[in-house]
């Protein structure tokens, strides 16, 4: 049975600064002994790989890994300096993304902050939306990254279109249990002509987001080629997002409630207000 249950969100809130400017960021020394590095110079390897994944992304190194230093106590009263990073959110992702897989508490690191970093990325104050804000952010966070996940899968093999649904499949039965998209479309009771991603509440929605990215990222990270290597992959990814859900408790997606308006409803209801509100200027 697994042990992850001691760990929780407060595990990396907890050694969470801001700054004069408002912005949050971590020591890359206080998150080393979060997750279980008892070695600075292993963890420095790790950072390095994160670093490499950043500027990969097109991201400037400097902006999530500011060098510092810092003294620190030793024995008989002497001090020493040691160099340090801060951390943005998005470097603690990249971070734990590189971490070793075998540790629980990277596997709640990767769920934090990529969960976290996707948030912040949607839109800023994201706990402050309503649920129908919630859903309208992340539906279409998945559109726009769907692309870039088709584009992962396309240099690794998977070309046609009938391919990429396949492929798509392999992601939901992995995430879901077994259950691929007209399994889902079944379960959900929906028409013909309904799309599953537009009748999946806020937290649904977020562990699809989070297959997306997690799969589109480790096809680019290993290299992955040919469609049967691409589709085991996607199917790994969901059951390891699967797995993470109920290590922490979490509700299976196919358990979660679908929700009564769908996201055009809630998009007509929107435009409709915008609507009043011209015609009440």
């Known amino acids: 049975m ?25 020591y890359a020394r206080e998150l080393q002994k979060v997750l ?46 040691v160099n340090d990073y801060e951390l943005s ?18 596997a709640l690191g990767q769920t934090y902050f990529a969960v976290k970093t996707r948030q912040q990325e949607i839109i800023e104050n994201y706990e ?14 998945i559109v726009n990254h769907n692309k870039a996940l088709a584009d992962a899968a396309n240099k690794a093999g998977v070309k046609e279109p009938v391919e990429f649904a396949v492929f798509q499949n392999y992601g939901y039965r992995g995430l879901y249990g077994g259950m ?9 009771g929906l028409k013909k002509s309904q799309k599953i991603l537009d009748h999946m ?10 297959r997306a990215t997690q799969a589109e990222e480790k096809l680019r990270r290993d290299n992955v080629q040919g469609k049967a290597n691409a589709n085991k992959t996607h199917y790994e990814v969901g059951a390891k997002v699967r797995q993470t859900i109920k290590e922490l408790g979490g509700t299976m997606p196919e358990d979660l409630p679908t929700p009564n308006k769908s996201i055009q409803q ?16």
């Open 128 to 141: 402050n939306l309503s649920e129908a804000q919630k859903r309208l952010a992340i539906r279409n966070e």
């Open 89 to 106: 959110r998005y470097a603690c992702y990249l971070i734990v993304m590189n971490g070793d897989p075998r540790k629980e508490v990277i």
């Open 201 to 210: 509440g806020s937290t649904e929605l977020a562990a699809n987001l989070f």
């Open 2 to 26: 697994s042990n992850i249950a001691k760990y929780d969100v407060e595990t990396f809130d907890s050694i969470k600064h801001i700054n004069e400017d408002g912005q949050e960021f971590w």
């Open 180 to 188: 691929d998209m007209k399994a889902i479309h079944a379960h959900k």
């Open 266 to 281: 809630i998009e007509r209801e929107i435009e409709k207000k915008k609507l009043r509100g011209n015609d009440n200027e």
């Open 36 to 81: 279980e590095y008892t070695e600075w110079r292993n963890f420095e390897g790790v950072i390095g790989k994160a670093q490499t994944a950043c500027e990969q992304s097109g991201n400037q190194i400097d902006d999530h890994f500011v060098d510092v230093n810092k003294t620190i106590e030793m024995p008989k009263k002497a001090t020493k300096s």
